[in-house]
Every structure is written in C-alpha cells, then in structure tokens.
C-alpha cells in the first residue's frame, strides 16, 4: 500500500530521497524542486518553485490526466516509464507520484519521485561516445587556462601600444590596437564557449529590465550593420519588461544570434529585432533576409561542433541554447531556404 506522505514533513522527506524530486500543491503550484532535480533539468529551484508546472514548461506526458485525477482520488502511480518534457525537451524517466496530505487527511497536492533512465538502454558505442566526450571535458579548463595566459599578455601590451599610440596622434596604430584587442576579446569568447559546455558556471541572476541589455547590444552592433550595408529595425514595447536573469549572458546570446544574421546576408539585408511580451512571457524576434536554412540543417544547428562555416567551431548556438534554458526560456528557429531566418527567444516575465 503507498505510503501517505504528510505535507508538514515535506522538506525531511524531499531531503532523503536520492532522485528528483518535484512537489506540488493542487493547483500545480510547486512547492519543493530538490537539488537531484535541479541536477536533472538544469534548472536552478528559483525558476521553479512557486510557478504552474506547465508554465514553467514541465509536463508528465501520457500520465498528465492521472495527475489531475490523482489530486482528487489519491490514488498513486507507481513506477511508470515514461517521457516527461521541460521546454520541449523530451526526459525518458521512471515516475512515481504520490498524494500529499494534511494533518486532518485532506490531500493538498502531490510528490514527485523521477528517476533517470537516459542512460539504461544506450548502446556500447554510445556509452563510449560519452566516455570520450566526459574526457574531453576534463581536459578542456587546463587547457582555457594554459591559452589565456599568454593572451593576457598581449592584451596588456596591446593596452601600452594604444597609449603610446594616443600620445602621438597617431590615429592608425589607434585602429590597429582595437582591431587586435577586439580579436582578442573574441578568442577569450570562443574558449569561454568551450568552458561553458564542458563545466557549466552557476549564474548569479538578478531582477532586470531585459530592453537594456537588448539597447546595449543594438548599439555596440550599429557599426558593424553599416560595415556590411545592413539596415536595423527595431519594433519594441515601449515600456519595462522584467525577468530573473543575467544580463551578460542574454547580451552574449543576443550577440550572436545578430552576426550569425549578418553574416547570412553577406551584403545587404534588413534585420529586424521584435520585443513582444504578455502578462507572462516575453518573446524576442531576430529576423534576417538571408538565405535561410534547409530542414536539415535546423534539426542539427543547436548540436555541439556542427556548423556550416569554415572557420566556425559549431559552439555557438549550443551555448546559446544552453544560456536560454538556463533562464527557463525557450530557443526556436523558422526559416526557408531564400526566405531568411526568425530566431525566437521566449522567457518568463517577472512580475512587477
């Protein structure tokens, strides 16, 4: 027989049991997000706790129903197999769900219980994929740290030839000084990219109005628009739009999203940027006139190292996607071959 869970040793309960854990009053509210399943989804519990399961993107698939109707029966479910969802992303888990209940019997929600079953069936030559790519990982922050010595140096010496540069009026070492210190700083990016898909940094979010890093990266932007004949549009609300985030990192993303446009217009173009937003999302638009992409090439753009480009390292989009859902946000892509490209950014906005 189940055993009944009392909501008043919710916390006791939660910190003993070795799996994601996700507890929930009966409006679907949730009140406990454990550290397993922080782990899990990649979520910190702040983005979490005290939303609607299905508005933060969390839904239990073929067993949904249940769940409603187990707020009103009580009855559990109990070890089932299944795919569970959080932003579109598919969790292949084994799930047990449980009533909670008050001191007088009355059930005030329910617990949880998701146990990973990703890796129980992968093959051999899969699991050695994973052994690589975890070595790799390993290997990639001594790595970051033995490269960005030596450009710290020549940062620094950049930094002495511009003032050199300046007190000489000598305009063109000043060009040339910021040309190499831009390229530098984008060194510093594509080896940041890298330590960021292999050991993911906890990120301090704060309360922000998202249209200043949006205006800040519109504006460092403006001049690489007119070194490529691109004409900026922008259709933003105009008023403040708030959500728990890290400016950084939204900049970093936004960033990318508008280079990887230029550069799919070669020469020319339009790109229009859209702010959006309803009592509780915010949907950023970047949408270029290039030449667009192919199916195939959508379904594999957000996988780490594939790109199109030469030069590229195929990181870029992973880490963005990776930034997004960070935020419990949502990243999508439309596009047709000689149609252009619409990226849309979707994040949960904070009430005021």
Known sequence: MPRKFCINNLPEICNTIPAAVIAFDTNCRVLVFNKYAESFFGVHPSIIVGYNLHSVGITFGSEDQNI???????????????????????????????????????ITGALAILHDNSLVSLPEPRMQHLETLASIGEMT???????????????????????????????????????????????????????????????????????????????????????????????????????????????????????????????GGTLTLTVKSDENAITTMITDTGHGMSLELIDNIFKPFFTTKETGTGLGLSVCQRIIREHNGQINVASKPGEGTTFTLLFPRLKE
């Open 68 to 106: 409603a109707s187990l707020l009103t029966t009580g009855e559990s479910i109990i070890d089932k197999e299944l795919t569970i969802t959080y932003n579109n992303t598919p969790y292949p888990v084994r799930l047990s769900v449980n009533p909670l209940y008050n001191c007088d019997g009355t």
């Open 141 to 267: 922050a001594g790595t970051i740290h033995e490269i960005r010595n030596p450009l710290t140096s020549i940062s620094g010496f950049v930094q002495l030839l511009s003032v050199r540069a300046m007190r000489q009026h000598d305009e063109t070492s000043i060009e040339y000084c910021r040309l190499i210190s831009d390229e530098v700083t984008h060194i510093n990016n594509i080896l940041s990219d890298f330590l960021t898909l292999a050991k993911p940094q906890p990120n301090k979010f704060l309360k922000l109005n998202i249209i200043r890093p949006i205006s800040d990266v519109l504006t460092l932007l403006y001049g690489e628009a007119l070194m490529y004949g691109i004409d900026i549009k922008q259709n933003i609300d105009n008023e403040t739009l708030y959500v728990m985030g890290n400016s950084e990192k939204i900049r970093e993303v936004l960033i990318n999203l508008c280079r990887n446009a230029f550069q799919a217009m070669t020469r």
